[in-house]
């Protein structure tokens, strides 16, 4: 499967953003996508995720309450809406998908095959 993450760009504090994963060439039905981040000089780490099929999603602790993740299933697209935005959330942020994540390694970025190109979000103060 291939993946393209857009809707990146610059926001003040407090502002919202969503972006948008495209996916292609194969079916998400049975699928774990996830969305993960890398700030400069940090390792990549886990913000959110969702089992394609049944909708069970999964948070990390700095993001619960603020984003959500979502998908369109006729379109094949994953969305990561973020609001209240703050500076921490400066990062690149990608999108993944993988077919054998079991609940215990969903968080784990080793864990997924299919990675997109990134797209930059800042943060301003």
């Known amino acids: 499967v291939q993946l393209q993450a857009s809707g990146g760009g610059l926001v003040q504090t407090g502002g919202s953003l969503r972006l948008s994963c495209a996916a292609s060439?194969?079916?998400?039905?049975?699928?774990?996508m996830g969305w993960f981040r890398q700030a400069p000089g940090k390792e990549r780490e886990f913000v959110a995720a969702?089992?394609?099929?049944?909708?069970?999603?999964y948070y990390a602790d700095s993001v619960k309450g603020r984003f959500t993740i979502s998908r369109d299933n006729a379109k094949n697209l994953v969305y990561l809406q973020m609001n209240s935005l703050k500076p921490e959330d400066t990062a690149v942020y990608y999108c993944?998908?993988?077919?054998?994540?079991?609940?215990?390694?969903?968080?784990?970025?080793?864990?997924?095959?299919?990675w997109g190109l990134g797209t930059l979000v800042t943060v301003s103060s």
């Open positions: 993944a998908a993988d077919y054998r994540l079991i609940t215990s390694t969903i968080r784990n970025n080793y864990a997924y095959d299919y």
């Open positions: 969702m089992r394609w099929s049944g909708g069970s999603t």
């Open positions: 060439g194969r079916a998400l039905s049975g699928s774990v």
